[in-house]
Nanobody, 124 residues
Framework: QVQLVESGGGLVQAGGSLRVSCAAS????????MGWFRQPPGKEREFVSA????????YYTDSVKGRFTISRDNAKNTVYLQMNTLKPEDTAVYYC?????????????????WGQGTQVTVSS
């Protein structure tokens, strides 16, 4: 099993920056890819970004390209999502997820392990 714990969410003004982190523990050797998803208020969970655990290849949804950067520190078993130029529409609960078999997937069902989520609120 893999356990994921997010941290770093909070309240920020539009145009500001925030970094959320996801620390993995347990059987981290089985992780092939990791991703960030978000669930805005009253909406379904959606893909934000993903990264291959070994090679560090990054993927982004169009709405965050150029503003968000995903990275990972394998020594710390941690994935980060640096969010710049935040907009009110970025307000959501942000979840990290780990996949044993997929890297770079935007599909929720490709991820077997999920964190509890961290709230990011962007005020206008």
């Amino acid at each position: 099993q893999v356990q994921l714990v997010e941290s770093g969410g909070g309240l920020v003004q539009a145009g500001g920056s925030l970094r959320v982190s996801c620390a993995a523990s347990g059987r981290t050797a089985i992780i092939y890819g990791m991703g960030w998803f978000r669930q805005p208020p009253g909406k379904e969970r959606e893909f934000v970004s993903a990264i291959t655990w070994g090679g560090g290849i990054a993927y982004y949804t169009d709405s965050v390209k150029g503003r968000f950067t995903i990275s990972r520190d394998n020594a710390k078993n941690t994935v980060y999502l640096q969010m710049n130029t935040l907009k009110p529409e970025d307000t959501a609960v942000y979840y990290c997820a780990a996949s044993r078999t997929k890297a770079g997937s935007s599909l929720i069902y490709d991820y077997e392990y999920w964190g509890q989520g961290t709230q990011v609120t962007v005020s206008s």
